[in-house]
């Protein structure tokens, strides 16, 4: 039965191919544009989207998610009442201050009242209501906004909060944000899905016109539009269909209907590759290939997975497993998915523990069903062993001085490469500094040298320096031990002699000064 709902499945998504939009159809007359898959974050299609371009009124999307984080926290509810100042009484009846929807000096608005009035008719003074209540002042609460920029990842410079004039930010980046508040604070919905809002006697219809006058688009439920001379036509749009989002980010479109008439296209496609995308991960097969025999401990072995069965890409998160565990360096949350595409897991097993090594590949889609390949390889059991010397079997030296020690490593286990914890220790304990938790053996041969200084203050007599290989806590190695005695030797004393130039030299003096000859006649 589920390979009928499968098949069933991907002949329609074949059947749809034929009537979807394909991108070079598209009349969008956008300088820049974006469209996102809501649910993985995945580009769908894109123009000049990394060009940084005025938002005009879409800047409020930033305003209106700092407002939301202010409600998480607990400072702001949806009733606290917001006093309105002189500066925000008189921008609310300032046409230079696009959406001019009146506010009364003195008076207080609920944050729900004002935050429909900033995601629905676009009211700037509404905006610098809520900053100047949250910040203090408006310049305090932009600082803010880019501070959050920042944090979110997205590429934008603001300069006010309502967008009246010029900010500065990236189709990309607005689509991002866009998703960040829909993920993070999903009741901005309830808002910006209304067609209209009333206030104070006065029915202000929302300025995304596919929620209203320009007719209903299926699914859509907001977000915001954006208009001013520097920025052209702007509008950001989101709809849900059979529980899939498309995000499309529309930047300095030529005319009010045109951004629309953009918009409806850019989601007709993105909701088409949508359909391919999700046939691609529903048909996906993955097989791993060029897999060893089997595996040695401590030797380097490399496994590849092949991804097949599909035509079109699409992004999921991957992850390589050993032994049910991830291994780390080898998983991507944003894997990029393409066909016959081939992912190679390089790593290296230390466990003998275990008669096999079990391998995984795991590719996971954005509504958490699995695509995977598993493979058991054995294990030989067949622990590495090496045999070696010091240049020195003991040594005397003195405290202050140094004695170089060189060790030389050999084995017959036949690998070409493995890197095992080493260190060289003095009287069995590990010296500062010469610990080396891979050190590398190449072709079964290694040398390691340390130089010793002995302390000025060494107790004289027998102490033991050590060049260690493995550990008694691995498995698969036979720790490798060399070692050598030194004698640490006190120096003899030194009695300097001093001359007594006063007294008559002795017999023993006379001895040592060598008899004066006589000259012959």
């Known amino acids: 039965m589920k390979k009928r709902v499968v098949s069933c499945f991907l002949m329609v998504c074949v059947l749809l191919s034929v009537c979807l939009p394909s991108a070079g159809a598209l009349d969008v007359r956008a300088a820049s544009y974006f ?24 800047t409020k999307v930033m305003t209106a ?19 309105i100042s002189h500066n925000v009484a008189v921008k609310s009846r300032d046409s ?45 609460f932009v600082q803010r906004m880019n501070a959050t920029a920042r944090e979110l990842g997205v590429t934008a410079t603001y300069y006010n909060c309502h967008g009246a004039q010029p900010n500065y930010v990236t189709a990309r980046s607005q689509a991002k944000l866009t998703k960040r508040f829909i993920d993070d604070y999903p009741a901005i919905l309830d808002i910006t ?44 749009t989101t709809a849900e269909r059979n529980g899939r989002r498309v995000i499309s980010v529309v930047l300095k479109s030529t005319s009010d209907a045109q951004r629309f008439r953009d918009s409806r296209q850019l989601l007709d496609y993105g909701f088409a590759e949508i359909a391919r ?36 890409a699409y992004v999921a998160k991957a992850q390589w497993y050993v032994n049910g565990t991830a291994v780390s360096g080898f998983g991507n949350s944003y894997f990029q998915a393409q066909p016959n595409k081939v992912s190679t897991l390089d790593t290296t097993l230390y466990d003998m523990s275990r008669d096999t090594v079990d391998v995984s590949f795991i590719l996971t889609m954005f509504d958490g069903t699995e695509k995977r390949a598993d493979l058991s390889i054995p294990v030989e059991q067949q622990p590495l062993e090496y045999q070696g010397s010091l240049n ?61 200084r002995i302390p000025a203050d060494a107790q004289p007599g027998q102490h033991e ?29 030194q009695v300097e002699e001093v001359p007594d130039t006063d007294s008559e030299p002795t017999s023993e003096d006379n001895e040592s000064v060598p008899p004066t000859e006589t000259p012959e006649e």
């Open 35 to 58: 469209v996102m898959d809501a649910q993985t974050g995945e580009e769908l299609l894109s123009d000049d989207a990394d060009v940084a371009r005025v938002p005009a009124s879409m």
């Open 65 to 83: 998610y700092i407002i939301y984080q202010e409600l998480e926290k607990g400072t702001l509810t949806m009733d606290t009442p917001v006093l």
């Open 96 to 140: 230079n201050y696009p959406m001019a929807v009146p506010l009364t000096e003195g008076a207080t608005y609920t944050v729900e009242t004002l935050l429909n009035l900033i995601m629905i008719p676009s009211a700037s003074a509404s905006c610098i209501a809520m900053a100047e209540h949250i910040s203090g002042t408006e310049a305090a």
């Open 193 to 236: 899905s209304k067609s209209g809002y009333s206030f104070n006697g006065r029915y202000y219809n929302n300025t995304n016109h596919l929620l209203n006058t320009m007719g209903p688009y299926e699914g859509l439920d907001g977000f915001k539009t954006g208009t001013i001379s520097a920025a052209g036509y702007c509008v950001t």
């Open 277 to 312: 995308r999700d046939a691609a991960r529903a048909s996906t097969v993955i097989q791993l290939t060029d897999t060893p025999a089997s595996v040695r401990p401590y030797e380097p072995f490399q496994v590849s997975a092949q991804l097949t069965g599909f035509s079109n």
């Open 392 to 452: 020195i079997r003991s040594a005397q030296v003195y405290p202050g001085k140094e004695l170089t020690v060189t060790a030389d490593l050999s084995g017959a286990n036949d690998i070409a490469s493995v890197s095992l914890p080493a260190r060289w220790q003095w009287d069995g304990q590990d010296i500062t500094g010469a610990v080396n938790p891979a050190f590398q053996i190449t072709n079964d041969q290694a040398h390691s040298t340390y130089t010793l």
């Open 465 to 493: 320096i050590r060049f260690v290989v493995g550990d008694e806590s691995l498995t698969g190695v036979v720790p490798c031990v060399l070692s050598a005695v030194v004698e640490v030797v006190a120096p003899e004393p």
